[in-house]
């Protein structure tokens, strides 16, 4: 098992910047690639960041990318999502999310998630 608890959340005007934390504790951190992901109210789950398990491989949708920036510390059994320029179209709850193996974009593929935290950015 792994468990995972975010932090970081909070409100911010449009064009401000949050960073986002999740610390994991359970099984060894290194062993797992880490994914942030956001659900706004009626929307489904999408895809932010992942990052695979030495920090050498991550992804991001259109939306984020150049704007966010997803890294971990493994000594710290942490991994960030630095975001910037931030847009009211970001505000949702943002969670992070554990897996095995190799980055994925798709929420189905993780095994574990935290409770989330939640992003409000005001225009």
């Known amino acids: 098992q792994v468990q995972l608890v975010e932090s970081g959340g909070g409100l911010v005007q449009a064009g401000g910047s949050l ?11 290194s062993n797992y690639a880490m994914g942030w992901f956001r659900q ?3 929307k489904a789950r999408e895809f932010v960041a992942t990052i695979n398990w030495n920090g050498g ?3 991001y949708p ?9 890294s971990r510390d493994n000594a710290k059994n ?6 910037n320029s ?10 992070c999310a554990a897996r095995s ?3 994925s974009s798709d929420a189905y593929r993780y095994d574990y998630w935290g409770q989330g935290t939640q992003v409000t950015v005001s225009s």
């Open 19 to 29: 960073r986002l934390s999740c610390a994991a504790s359970g099984r060894t951190f």
């Open 40 to 42: 706004a109210p009626g």
């Open 57 to 59: 491989s991550t992804a």
């Open 62 to 70: 259109d939306s984020v990318k150049g704007r966010f920036t997803i």
């Open 78 to 83: 942490t991994v960030y999502l630095q975001m």
């Open 86 to 95: 931030l847009k009211p179209e970001d505000t949702a709850v943002y969670y």
């Open 101 to 103: 193996y190799r980055i």
